[in-house]
């Protein structure tokens, strides 16, 4: 009920204030959405998009600097800083001296009506909630990756981006960097003919060699802000801070983390992203002691037909490359590396050198920052700006990459095989694996 | 029918009760050295005891239950760890029977034992339970320790069953937890009046900021 309230609200004021403010109105831009300036839903071209951050900490801190960048060059507002542990919070807000308004509740930002867009860098498992109530209110979002921690966040994802018509990005930032692009113009050129299989090696994920008891949260830390949509439980300093990567729930392990960039890349790659059925298989090593329980070391095998490939994940699996991760493309002609997921890193220099073939087919991406967590930002916002709203990492691509993510942890908690209809969304045969597609979430952090 | 005939019908019935014996007996020795396992203090005895619990089936998870809750955390996390292999094996499809089992064994325990361990036993029943197992569970709906985790343990069970339940639940449920309640059933498809939404209403107050309100 709020929530229409707000989109109604929301709406009326972009329709009503959009066309009856004018020129003289531009007293009071804080109070002015940038689209307000442009047409309607659609931003004007030089119009500077109004941002509240959510979650600061870890990644969020390089996002905050770009943003904060963005800031600098005229192209963005920093309005607000939201964050559930007000040591992170403070820091965040002293990092924007004190211009952005800092925020616990996520839910404060929402309700501003001057806001564009969010972008949530939160644990896995607030992503969909955040998103999808980002999205019901109006406001564009990028939301780090994994998308989501279950297939069915991820639906509604999907469908929350384009019922509210907003752009809803996802930090797998390799689709908009130089060495990813390289590689996929090279690889869906022919440079090492078809391929037919792919390999990942990854170093092995921590085991928590020093359990501690649970205990009082730290001081300012809200534990039930933190835990959101999970069911309650003591805090314990082995999930926060740092640490919520190696929890099933929260991060999902290497696979969910590393994997979301490594499949994001190879999926452009092999211009698979509507190959979405495949069977998955997936063995794995969790520790043996201590709180974390995503797998030290494991090896996953995706299946696709029609064109027919293989998918390996391999933690350590078969490192041919130099560096700590990175991806093997098996073709006809030979084999082409690809050192972590071509974002941080240079692609191969036969990548690099490549010449497109007579006839070869161009890739695009979009060129305006060096850096590419910049750059990845740029073509969010250019796809606002264009007003197409389908950004390189489009929510509905980053689902597909999250499922491969998710069923692989599956099928290794499950302890089997599991064949996946991705026109359907279901697992073949199997209700038990089918009811791990969702999970239920604690009121009212809920979808 | 020849004597030797009889004979080797009274031996064949001897020997039948007495592999069942025989088996019903190393089952329970399985069991016991599994919990002798669990109670190890050195992790590389505990830990693949309940890393290969996955086969151990309905008999341990009583006794595994009664660990859930040790002292030592280690030895309780690695039973719960336990008997969350023995639940996702139970629910591979074409073990039904098994299945039925391990839920009889975990509707036990939603009855006696510690909030914790009802709490974790209810999730593990939204994994493989059927509609045998919707009234038990629903049960703990009333109890305010237990009502949001059966809530969201009981989403998962697919049927009207379980909406039943919620409705149920609703007409007496204590004014703060019907909202969550009447989110779930307008989420499945019923009319609730009023208890509107509370998704996307902010509450917590940062102590960050000027005004250090919001």
Known sequence: ?447 | MPEFMNNLGTISTVAAATTILTSASQAAEAVDDLIAKIKSPDDSVRGPAWQGAATAGAPAIKPLAGLMTDGNFEVARSARRAVWKIVRHAGSPATNRERQAVQTELLALLQDQPTPVRCEVLWMLSEIADENAVAPMAALLSDADTHEDARCALMRIPGKQVTKAFTNAFKTAPEDFKFALAETLRKRGETVKGYPSKKLTPTKQTTVGPSAKT
Request: hydrophobic share 35%; charged share 20%; glycine share 10%.
């Open chain 1, 1 to 447: 009920m709020n929530n229409q309230r707000t989109k109604i609200n929301r709406r009326r004021f972009l329709t009503v204030t959009g066309s009856a403010l004018g020129a003289g109105s531009l007293g009071f831009p804080t109070l002015i959405p940038s689209r307000v300036l442009g047409a309607p839903g659609q931003p004007g071209a030089n119009s500077q998009f109004v941002i509240g951050q959510i979650g600061t900490g870890g990644m969020g801190s390089t996002h905050l600097n770009n943003l904060l960048r963005f800031q600098k060059e005229g192209k963005v507002r920093l309005a607000a800083v939201c964050d559930c542990d007000d040591n992170r919070l403070e820091a965040a807000w002293g990092n924007t001296e004190q211009k952005a308004t800092p925020y616990r509740d996520y839910r404060y930002v929402l309700e501003r009506n001057d806001l564009d867009a969010v972008l949530i860098a939160t644990p896995d498992h607030w992503h969909a909630v955040q998103t999808v109530h980002a999205c019901q209110t109006g406001k564009h979002v990028y939301v780090e990756k994994p998308s989501s921690v279950t297939v069915r966040e991820g639906q509604a994802m999907v469908q929350a981006a384009r019922a509210n018509k907003v752009a809803v990005q996802v930090g797998a930032q390799a689709r908009t960097a130089k060495g990813a692009w390289q590689t996929c113009r090279a690889i869906r050129n022919g440079i090492v003919g078809k391929v037919s299989k792919v390999t990942c090696w990854h170093y092995d994920s921590p085991a928590d060699n020093n359990p501690v008891p649970d205990s009082e949260p730290p001081e300012g830390l809200d534990w039930d802000l933190w835990l959101g949509p999970l069911p309650w439980r003591p805090y314990n300093r082995r999930y926060q801070p740092a640490n919520f990567r190696w929890l099933m729930e929260s991060g999902g392990g290497q696979i969910r983390d590393r994997g979301a960039h490594q499949f994001s890349t190879i999926l452009w790659c092999m211009d698979a992203d509507k190959q979405t059925s495949f069977t998955v298989e997936a063995t794995g090593t969790v520790p043996t002691r201590g709180l974390w329980d995503t797998a030290i070391d494991m090896h996953a095998v995706f299946q696709f037909k029609n064109p027919d490939w293989t998918l390996e994940w391999g933690q350590p699996g078969q490192k041919l490359g130099k560096l700590e991760f990175g991806n093997v493309f098996w073709g006809e002609k030979g084999n082409l590396i690809l050192e972590w997921e071509g974002g941080y890193k240079a692609a191969n220099p036969e990548a690099q050198n490549f010449q497109m073939p007579p006839g070869g087919k161009e890739v695009y991406r979009t060129d305006e920052y060096e850096d590419f967590n910049m750059n990845h930002k740029a073509d969010w916002f250019k796809s606002i700006r264009e007003g197409h709203l389908r950004p390189a990492v489009d929510i509905e691509i980053a689902h597909r990459t999250a499922t491969l993510c998710n069923l692989a942890n599956m099928s290794m908690i499950l302890g089997r095989k599991l064949v996946w209809n991705g026109d359907k969304q279901e697992v073949v045969g199997d209700a038990a694996a089918n009811r791990l597609l969702s999970k239920p979430q604690r009121y009212p952090y809920c979808l």
